[in-house]
């Protein structure tokens, strides 16, 4: 399997005044992401999450170990708007990561940071202003628009971009329940359609989707897996004071109660599912 | 309320004026201002009234709409026609203690009123058929050549745009302290001017952390996409002359003949 993104002993320290000790946010972290994977990573806040999404696309240069992103070095500087195109990103604030007052020109933007021909840009906004199913909004202003809309169309500009991997940093932090299950519907589209999705999530239901799991605990690597393998070891999730998803929680008290269904179940229907059968079986 | 805050005071039409392009329209604007000081006579100004006249019913922008825009300047206008009426000297017509008017002095003052009422009105126009994104897409286009002399036009374009982008998030931002601090029991409407200045600063202090955390995210952001100033940049919009902006600008040049013309034959 392609490897688009290889992290190496990833240790990131934020350095403030002169006198400060810097705060160190990730610790020693390694992990490879396949191509066309779907990764959740969780963690409590602080946990590092940002400092590592940003590690990803070259925001943010590791302090020691490396980041390669389709082969390319973060710390090349050379290599830095061919690593950004390629991994493309999306914030938690819908607000403050949309540039023009107008929604195509603002999906317009990373394509014109890119050089393109105007006649390729039209294309790519237009296409990927239908993909987020916003065509109709072309010509409105963003700030007449719901979060989820906007955060739609911060969307729509990195996919016009046309990136191998999209990293989404809690896009879903400051939205109403609607707009949760748009940018969620989307984004599982946009894995459908072949892109590499790392979503960074404090919800664990948004994990369920996800094909590995990364937990993140104070700047390390806690739990690396499967959702059903990683949401089997629900107590050393809870024990660093993360929830695991109501399924799970559910299926731990069950056993608890003596009711033999699977540990880590993870989704609703695969519930249904065991009840159904130990029901069959008695 | 403050949702809807138009900015600028650009009038939504479909016009040919309005369909010009941006370039054209500023190099109009220019051109009036200085064919407004090129005139030294009334007939001259009622040749620019008439062709403003003409610009405004193709434009479809009301009248109504853009007296609206003078009245900031009424005050300078009284002004300025005051001075003028009372201290130009030559053949007094009334007087009043010291106060005295001359025949020169009411020529100047009406010249002068007129002269400025033309200007605020010609330049309104400008920002009034042309959306503000265009004006400054124009405006950068048209400054770029001074680029390579170090002149920061996309910088400026830039800032524009963004300020358009975010004034209205700014505005919902004040509103939004301004409501926290209400229900706090703090009060903006009552006092004296310097205390309602005085809790205008509980409003303005998180007002600039916010600006100053929308701007750093906003920052973040741009890099992300790749936003690395404006060489090698492309636009999605191209800016191509079409026949009507090129008849245009004939009628723009043959207009600054005429006004030429005029100031020296009449
Ligand atoms: N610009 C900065 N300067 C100094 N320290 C920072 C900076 N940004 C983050 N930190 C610190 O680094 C650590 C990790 O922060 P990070 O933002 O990556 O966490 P996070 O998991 O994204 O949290 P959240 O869930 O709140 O978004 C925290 O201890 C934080 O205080
Ligand atoms: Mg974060």
């Known amino acids: ?282 | 309320m403050i949702r809807d805050i138009t900015l600028g005071q650009y009038y939504p039409a479909e016009s040919p004026i309005h369909r010009l392009d941006p370039r054209v329209k500023i190099t109009a604007t220019l051109l009036f201002i200085i064919e407004l000081f090129i005139v030294d006579n009334f007939p001259g100004f009622a040749i620019c009234a008439a062709v403003l006249g003409a610009v405004i019913l193709v434009s479809r922008v009301p009248l109504k709409f853009i007296m609206r825009g003078m009245k900031p300047i009424l005050f300078i206008l009284f002004f300025t026609f005051a001075l003028n009426i009372f201290m130009v000297k030559g053949e007094v017509i009334w007087e009043l203690g010291f106060l005295h008017i001359t025949k020169e002095g009411i020529r100047i003052a009406v010249f002068m009123a007129v002269r400025l009422v033309l200007l605020i009105m010609g330049s309104s126009m400008l920002t009034l058929a042309t959306k503000p994104l265009n004006l400054t897409d124009g405006m950068e286009r048209m400054l770029s050549p001074f680029a390579k002399l170090g002149f920061p036009a996309h910088e400026i374009a830039m800032m524009m745009t963004i300020a358009l982008r975010f004034i209205p998030t700014l505005l919902e931002e004040t509103d939004k302290i301004m409501k926290a601090q209400q229900a706090r029991g703090a009060d903006f409407e009552s006092g004296n001017i310097i205390r309602r200045a005085k809790a205008l600063i509980p409003v303005l202090v998180p007002l600039f952390v916010s600006a100053f955390r929308i701007a750093q995210d906003l920052a973040m952001a741009m890099e992300a996409r790749c936003y690395r100033g404006g060489s090698g940049r492309t636009r999605l919009h191209e800016m191509k002359l079409k026949t009507r902006d090129i008849v245009a600008f004939i009628l723009e040049a043959a207009f600054l003949v005429l006004i030429i013309l005029e100031a020296r034959y009449f």
């Open chain 1, 1 to 282: 399997m392609d490897k688009v993104i290889t992290v190496e002993d990833l240790t990131f320290e934020y350095t403030r005044g002169e006198n400060e000790e810097p705060v160190k946010a990730l610790d020693g972290i390694s992990f490879e992401i396949d191509k066309g994977s779907f990764t959740a990573i969780i963690g409590k806040n602080g946990s590092g999450k940002s400092t590592l999404a940003k590690n990803l696309n070259g925001l943010l240069i590791p302090t020691s170990g490396s980041v390669f992103v389709e082969g390319y070095d973060t710390r090349d500087d050379e290599a830095i708007w061919e690593i950004r195109q390629r991994a493309g990103m999306v914030f938690q604030n819908p607000d403050n990561q949309l540039v023009s007052s107008i929604v195509e020109d603002d999906v317009a933007f990373g394509p014109e940071n890119l050089g393109i021909e105007p006649a390729e840009i039209r294309r790519r906004v237009d296409k990927a202003l239908e993909d987020v199913n916003m065509g109709e909004y072309k010509m409105k202003a963003p700030h007449l628009l719901s979060g989820g809309q906007k955060q739609r169309i911060a969307i729509a500009g990195v996919v016009a971009m046309r990136p191998e991997i999209i990293i989404f940093d809690e896009p879903t932090a400051m939205l109403d329940p609607k707009g949760r299950k748009e940018i969620m519907a989307i984004i599982k589209e946009l894995h459908q359609d072949g892109k590499t999705v790392i979503l960074i999530t404090h919800f664990m239901e948004e994990t369920i989707d996800a094909d590995r799991v990364i937990i993140l605990n104070e700047g390390k690597i806690l739990l690396d897996g499967a959702p059903e393998e990683v949401f089997k070891r629900a107590d050393e999730i809870r024990a660093v004071n993360l929830e695991v998803p109501m399924m799970t929680d559910l299926a731990d008290r069950l056993i608890k109660e003596g009711i033999d269904v699977p540990r880590g179940i993870i989704r609703e229907e695969d519930m249904v599912e065991a009840i159904c059968r130990l029901k069959s079986q008695n």
